[in-house]
């Protein structure tokens, strides 16, 4: 991997603040920001960015293998096709990934997201046991192998291995497509155990993802929680909540009470939590998950290509909710067209535009930035939140000559890069705790990685 000094001169960055003009950026051979000067002049021999410069965004919803099945499934297979029946292929998929097919299709996806401009990702890790169900020799086979390929890409990475119990609301039996996820709770903290010092000794963090409400039983769910928090009183916990009506309609059918309405009444949420999609919710539940602070977990893409619903932005923010943006699925892995969709979700169906702008921010672009950044960030556990001293160096700089941005003003320029870029890139160089890993909009590992996973994923095929 290149190694880069460890301060850069940008004419234009977007900090937390707003944009700022002849920002000069330092930091530690940890690679955290030191010193932040604006309106600066640029020493000599530092390098300069010719576009402007933006704060890596963290991806805070991530099923690795599962972009090794991406346009699989875009066949009608059945009279009215869901994500139930999606979920169905998937799990026939899943069945067949050795650690080596999962490591070969998540280093080609990390490398993916690290030039998309994601410099941090939540992998919401569920494939835990060999193909007949058996756990591997190594416990932590598969997780070993996602943190290898972030370690290989310099992917910031936060893992959730994903508790996995049953198969519906009530405890019921796991189907046969459920056989590679079950852990009882005892054999999770064991695992969590195991990988802690793994991952801190490269600066990864390790959470929780109880899988959903339907997946684990109340009980599991708080003795898991507990044991996290004795291994780590800070450590993220992720949930799937609300995703689909049917969810919804199931966990009336068990509790009388809504999924995220159960979650709030039974468990003290707060922000170390993200609600992963919570599309289909109440007003008064809007207003209460706002108000704990956690983060809406939002993968705009991906619940368009389930059909999933939509989920109001302008309420959860009225109440001060907190948000952030993953791929999810990875049939798509773009950021900015992750922001376009969230955006064009609320214009179709609010029948407005520039729905996202606010009076801080009025560029739609900029104000989508700031808040990703921030809740994707708070959902990583990681100090990744921007350009500001203390947090991580994670960038992207824009490509200033790339046709949908050049001789725009600055904020235009964001504007374009999220919404008119045509499938294009306009990212030129992206780093990762101070170090360069994609230079000229390439990763070094470009071409061996999608060799591999191209290979993985006709082999798996072929099955």
Not at 213 to 219: E, I, K, S
Not at 262 to 281: E, F, G, I, Y
């Amino acid at each position: 991997m290149k190694t880069t000094p460890q301060s850069l001169f940008a004419s234009h960055a977007l900090l937390p603040t707003g944009w700022a003009r002849d920002v000069l950026l330092q930091w530690d051979a940890q690679g955290r920001y030191t010193q932040i000067q604006v309106n600066a002049s640029a020493p000599a021999g530092v390098p300069h960015t010719s576009g402007p410069l933006l704060p890596g965004m963290p991806n805070l919803h991530s099923h690795a293998f599962q972009r090794g099945f991406a346009g699989l499934s875009e066949f009608r297979a059945q009279s009215q096709d869901s994500f139930w029946s999606w979920r169905t292929l998937m799990y026939r998929f899943a069945a067949k990934l050795s650690p080596q097919h999962l490591e070969a299709i998540a280093t080609w996806l990390y490398l993916e997201m690290l030039e998309a401009g994601y410099t941090s990702v939540c992998e919401f890790h569920y494939l835990h046991h060999d193909r007949d169900g058996t756990p591997y020799a190594n416990d932590a086979e598969l997780s070993l192998a996602l943190l290898r390929a972030a370690q290989a890409t310099g992917m910031g990475i936060t893992l959730l291995p994903v508790l996995y119990q049953s198969g519906g609301f009530g405890g019921k039996a796991p189907t046969e497509g459920q056989k590679r996820f079950l852990r009882s709770t005892n054999s999770m903290l064991r695992l969590l155990e195991q990988l802690q010092p793994v991952c801190a000794a490269q600066n990864a963090m390790l959470g929780l993802a109880p899988h959903s409400l339907r997946a684990v039983a109340p009980q599991a769910l708080q003795d898991a929680i507990q044991g996290l928090h004795a291994l780590n009183a800070q450590a993220p916990v992720h949930i799937h909540i609300a995703e689909q009506m049917a969810e919804v309609e199931g966990c009336l059918a068990w509790s009388g009470q809504r999924p995220v309405e159960w979650l709030l009444n039974h468990l003290p949420v707060d922000h170390r939590w993200c609600l992963v999609h919570a599309t289909h919710m109440t007003p008064d539940e809007y207003q209460r998950a706002a108000a704990t602070q956690a983060v809406a977990g939002l993968c705009p893409l991906t619940e368009a290509n389930l059909g999933d619903g939509i989920f109001d932005l302008p309420l959860w923010e009225q109440g001060g909710g907190i948000w952030g943006i993953g791929s999810d699925s990875h049939i798509g892995v773009n950021a900015a067209e992750e922001l376009m969709a969230l955006e064009y979700s609320q214009r179709l169906q609010l029948q407005q535009r520039n729905v996202a702008a606010s009076a801080a921010y009025p560029h739609v672009a900029t104000h989508l930035m700031q808040r990703a950044v921030q809740g994707g960030a708070q959902a990583t556990g990681r100090a990744v939140a921007g350009i500001a001293l203390g947090q991580q160096a994670d960038l992207v700089a824009l490509q200033e000559d790339h046709f949908a941005l050049e001789g725009l003003p600055v904020a235009e320029q964001l504007d374009a890069h999220v919404f008119a870029s045509s499938r294009t890139s306009a990212i030129d160089s992206v780093w990762v705790a101070g170090q360069q890993v994609v230079a000229q909009g390439r990763h070094a590992l470009h071409l061996s990685a999608r060799q591999a996973f191209v290979s993985a994923r006709r082999a798996l095929i072929s099955e």
